[in-house]
Nanobody
Framework: VQLQASGGGLVQAGGSLRLSCVASGRTFTNYNMGWFRQAPGKEREFVAAISGRGGSTYFPDSVKGRFTIHRDNAKSTVYLQMNSLKPEDTAIYYC????????????????????WGQGTQVTVSS
């Protein structure tokens, strides 16, 4: 499956952005989708995930209550809505796909995802 992320940009602290990730090439509902981010000099960090039919979502404490994830399977697209953005949210955001649906720790681990998009830059100014 090929993934194309978009929607990044520059926003002031407290603002919002919505990222999109369009998938192509395979049956979208077969894939559980995740979002990760990576800031300069830091490891890739889990941000959100959603199961294939949208029944389960997962968030780390760092974004819980501020970020939401949902998917439109008819459009083969997963969205990451980011509200109340903070400067520490600044990073390149990547969408990823995995066929495995197990638990939070599986979703939160980058090596469990076989497919990755190219990334979109999110910059939050203070």
């Amino acid at each position: 499956v090929q993934l194309q992320a978009s929607g990044g940009g520059l926003v002031q602290a407290g603002g919002s952005l919505r990222l999109s990730c369009v998938a192509s090439g395979r049956t979208f509902t077969n894939y559980n989708m995740g979002w990760f981010r990576q800031a300069p000099g830091k490891e890739r960090e889990f941000v959100a995930a959603i199961s294939g039919r949208g029944g389960s979502t997962y968030f780390p404490d760092s974004v819980k209550g501020r970020f939401t994830i949902h998917r439109d399977n008819a459009k083969s697209t997963v969205y990451l809505q980011m509200n109340s953005l903070k400067p520490e949210d600044t990073a390149i955001y990547y969408c990823a796909a995995t066929i495995w649906d197990t638990n939070y720790y599986h979703y939160a681990t980058p090596r469990n995802y076989a497919y990755w998009g190219q990334g979109t830059q999110v910059t939050v100014s203070s």
